[in-house]
């Protein structure tokens, strides 16, 4: 079986300076890994032609296939093109199909500017990617027994174009399949996931497995190479049933990317419907819900009641019992589930109130935060100490994974108290 | 002046595979450039010694500072600091005040467990850097006239690690301050705030300036280098108050990085409250606020009204109004803004309704979305068509730059409709 290296170079100075993140090289090797196709590098590089020439020359002693992202726009410092021709004997020649697509794409939009043209000159005989969702061209070529492909910078540009031009321009060179399957883990962490695995994980070849760490959760990875897609899914089989009765309810989903997309097929299936009043998390827990497409089927809504004017105005909790008990209380996240869920008529309603910071309420230490879910007949409440050293962003998500923890483990009939 | 040309080298299969993305070396790329070192590459590699051992050569012939982030925990693909010792002759050694900063650090915490201890092996010589933030201690050391620094990889460690003992440490090397501004531009695109200015960028030498595209706005980023930050400063104002003039009204602020941080301090500093009646956006408006520290000065909260329902018993919408103008439209848009304003006391509603996708509702093509902005006495609605093609996330964030754009043309006196 023959393994296609892959290089993915990313130009750009805005990524030197840190203004933007290479989210590219994230989605293309995403993309990649899933038809077998061998990611090694990833290589970032300014918007300068020695330096850009210089990678180039590295990746094609290094690399089968070579991707890049970024410059190929309008802008006055794009050179990836010319760099790329260059470097593999190519002219770039007038595309006269680009010419008139992008005097076809711009004349309900912005104004055209004489810089635009610039785009549709290509290297001689590329496969030319047209930009269905901006204005400058992809495209891509075999030369000196390398495959090069070109993608515009924008991430919405070039997600979709990889996805609809270069994943099918690839497949027919890959002769392997890589099937992947992460088991996504929630209340232990990735140190005591490694260590329970560990003399596993070393002795194992094919498939293999790896244990990595997210923000506010982790996963064990399960990898396997093959001919066929259905050998390496029945070489993984039996390793992933063995870890997953080992971690038992940790486990919160498979090939999943958070709880939240582990408890929407949860309370679809079941016929069910949320709401949250959510304070710190200020809309978080909403906006994780309705990031998945079809959220409404599950999702009713809810109140962002991040003052306690809000909170009394929208859910019509008593003022009196806020100020008695204090905002951060056991009592107000009790009344924010029960009064949402009253509220709305969710069959689910989840409330959070707790200190994110970075600045204190003088009473409570930055972290503390109660998660409360309110089921016909009864409440719970989780009691969480995130610690005063984390962010204000980690607060805020790992509090959402304990409210999306806590329904999960409702909906599937678990203890909906963690284990200390 | 001496430029220390920095390359950072990711570690780690994970990113390869595109399961996560590299943020630390934006971050560190954007603190790093604030202190004038310059990055000219960033390098990603597997959990691989021989690969990653190949890209140290290579960054040692044209890198001065070498920089590695992840490698360092405790899981068993660990190896960046053992190929780094080597390619540098420096053995590793057991470090005592690591180890027992490794006990303390566990006592209440997860179980300690015997991989934990690979941690403590340290380069001979370095300059430890103890990790507050998890369990991996980063280190620094200087060797054949280049400079190593090394963090570990979570993003939620490096970061403040990074900028708590690798600033410091690498700020002594630098005698030259670069200095930056990011001038930030909403309702016009990229390409014709470059062609306006394609000349003048193109001769300029110090200060430069250059055009970038962010998902839903732009930017243009202007960057001078000098002995001190005065002089840069200096070198930079005519630029900035030319570019300012040239374009008017589409500059929503200097140096934030989105629509809301330009809107916060309008509102604090005249005292004025604002909420949110969301429907498409599902809290995707509150959350952003709410992502900045202080928000609950002017953020009062709101309702997340994904349903039909969720709008009538949360705010009170007429049932009969929604069914006859349907729950995308300018009515409704116009009572969500005012509903949610007189509910919560606040000073500007705000309320989004629309269609962000993937499925259309048979009426309307996706990306069509009303956002509303009621004040006292007069309410604002836009209608916006943001195209089927966008993305679900790209629809969501443009409606949420929408409402924002028109709070801070309302705050600073500007017309509130864009011109078309």
């Known amino acids: 079986m023959r393994?296609?290296?892959?290089?993915?170079?990313?130009?750009?100075?805005?990524?030197?300076?840190?203004?933007?993140?290479?989210?590219?090289?994230?989605?293309?090797?995403e993309m990649l890994s899933k038809i077998g196709i061998n990611v090694k590098y990833h290589t970032v590089v300014g918007d300068n032609p020695e330096r850009l020439r210089a990678?180039?020359?590295?990746?094609?002693?290094?690399a089968d296939i070579i991707i890049t992202t970024g410059g190929l726009g309008p802008t006055c410092d794009d050179l990836t093109k010319q760099v790329l021709a260059e470097a593999f004997g190519l002219p770039l020649v007038r595309n006269e199909d680009e010419v008139r697509g992008l005097y076809d794409y711009i004349r309900n939009r912005r104004v055209f500017t004489q810089n635009n043209f610039s785009q549709a000159m290509l290297p001689e005989g590329c496969t030319v990617f047209h930009n269905l969702w901006g204005t400058a061209?992809?495209?891509?070529?075999?030369?000196?027994?390398?495959?090069v492909i070109m993608m515009p910078g924008p991430p919405v540009e070039c997600v979709p174009m990889f996805r609809?031009?270069?994943i099918p321009y690839l497949r027919a060179l890959s002769d392997e399949e890589i099937v992947s399957h992460s088991v996504r883990i929630f209340g232990i962490g990735e140190s005591t996931v490694d260590d329970m695995f560990a003399d596993e994980m070393n002795s194992m070849?094919?498939?293999?497995?790896?244990p990595y760490a997210k923000e506010c959760d982790c996963l064990l990875q399960i990898t396997a190479k093959a001919a066929s897609e259905a050998e390496a899914e029945a070489m993984m089989a039996p390793v992933i049933s063995h870890v997953r009765e080992r971690l038992g309810d940790y486990v919160y989903g498979m090939d999943v990317e958070c709880l939240e997309e582990a408890v929407f097929p949860l309370l679809k299936e079941r016929g069910l419907t949320f709401a949250a009043a959510e304070s710190c998390t200020g809309g978080e827990i909403a906006k994780r819900m309705t990031d998945i497409p079809g959220a409404s089927a599950v999702f009713v809504g809810g109140a962002v009641v991040y003052t306690n004017e809000a909170k009394a105005?929208?859910?019509?909790?008593?003022?009196?019992?806020?100020?008695?008990?204090?905002?951060?209380?056991?009592?107000?996240?009790?009344?924010l589930a029960e009064r949402v869920r009253e509220k709305t008529g969710?069959?689910?309603?989840?409330?959070?109130?707790?200190?994110?910071?970075?600045?204190?309420?003088?009473?409570?230490?930055?972290g503390t935060v109660y998660v409360s879910m309110a089921v016909e007949g009864r409440t719970f409440v989780r009691s969480l100490s995130l610690g005063p050293k984390r962010t204000r962003s980690f607060i805020r998500r790992m509090s959402g994974n304990h409210a999306y923890d806590m329904m999960r483990r409702w909906l599937t009939g678990l203890e909906v108290e963690l284990r200390p």
């Open 205 to 210: 070849v094919n498939p293999t497995m790896a």
């Open 137 to 147: 061209p992809g495209c891509a070529f075999t030369a000196e027994g390398k495959t």
């Open 3 to 29: 393994a296609y290296n892959t290089e993915i170079i990313s130009v750009g100075t805005e990524l030197l300076l840190g203004h933007i993140t290479n989210t590219d090289a994230r989605d293309i090797s």
């Open 164 to 166: 609809a031009y270069g």
């Open 55 to 62: 990678c180039v020359q590295t990746a094609k002693g290094r």
């Open 346 to 366: 969710a069959d689910i309603g989840i409330g959070v109130t707790g200190l994110a910071g970075p600045d204190g309420d003088g009473v409570h230490e930055v």
């Open 313 to 335: 105005r929208l859910l019509d909790l008593d003022p009196d019992m806020i100020e008695e008990k204090g905002a951060v209380s056991f009592e107000v996240a009790k009344a």
